[in-house]
């Protein structure tokens, strides 16, 4: 990482307490006529490139009509984004701020999402959706509080691991799973957790910035040969 992406980092000392005070409060935010809430503790759209990217790429699918689940949907941005675009939209999120935050901005936009509360897909089955849309924790640090669930993956990467070997079983070829990581994970771990579970990330699109570099993945099942 460069030293300007280090700076621009917000979890870098310099920046951590501004970005705590900052994130200690609900703040508004927009994106293209949705207009949401993000209340303390959820993950907050617009200080990351990675929602805006995503979304930037879901413009790029044709999405009417499908299945749609958010995975862990913090305030719902992205869900009521897909509903907008006239595609039936489960979110699910762990945390009872995030739920109780997709709720409030459901309503703001007259979005009729489902919500779940859900552990990865405890509650949920992902043979049931056309397109799952994932934007995980990834920093690889011990899970202490709630609010930690929309930035830490635990000390030894568990959230992959599950979101893996729940997904190993149950995936269908006929359906698009993409996740979205930054430069700042470990991606190298994180493939060795994805090839265990006997899945495949397959690159699909790469967007650079000034303040980092993040992957929009495929997970795939890989195709045995002879099949």
Not at 58 to 81: F, K, M, Q, W
Request: proline share 4%.
């Amino acid at each position: 990482m460069s030293s300007l992406k280090k700076i621009l980092n917000l979890f870098n000392p310099l920046l951590k307490p501004l970005a705590q005070w900052y994130l200690s409060k609900t703040r508004r935010y927009s994106y293209k006529g949705i207009y949401i809430r993000v209340r303390p503790g959820v993950f907050h759209p617009g200080l990351f490139f990675s929602t805006k990217f995503l979304l930037k790429y879901l413009d790029t699918l044709t999405i009417r009509n499908l299945t749609v689940l958010e995975l862990g949907a913090g305030p719902g941005l992205i869900s009521i984004y897909c509903y907008q675009r006239n595609a039936n939209v489960v979110a699910t999120d762990i945390t009872p701020a995030a739920l109780e935050n997709i709720e409030e901005n459901r309503k703001l936009n007259n979005a009729e999402i489902k919500i779940i509360k859900s552990d990865l897909f405890d509650r949920v089955d992902p043979a049931d959706f056309d397109l799952i849309l994932i934007n995980p924790p990834f920093y690889a640090r011990k899970i202490k509080t709630e609010n930690d669930h929309a930035w830490h993956c635990g000390e030894n990467f568990e959230y992959f691991s599950k979101l893996f070997d729940q997904l190993s079983s149950r995936i269908k070829a006929s359906q698009q799973i993409l996740m979205i990581l930054s430069e700042d994970c470990d991606l190298k771990k994180i493939t060795e957790l994805s090839d265990q579970a006997e899945l495949k990330l397959l690159l699909v699109r790469t967007e650079q910035t000034v303040a980092e570099t993040n992957f929009i993945f495929s997970i795939q099942k890989p195709i045995q040969s002879g099949s």
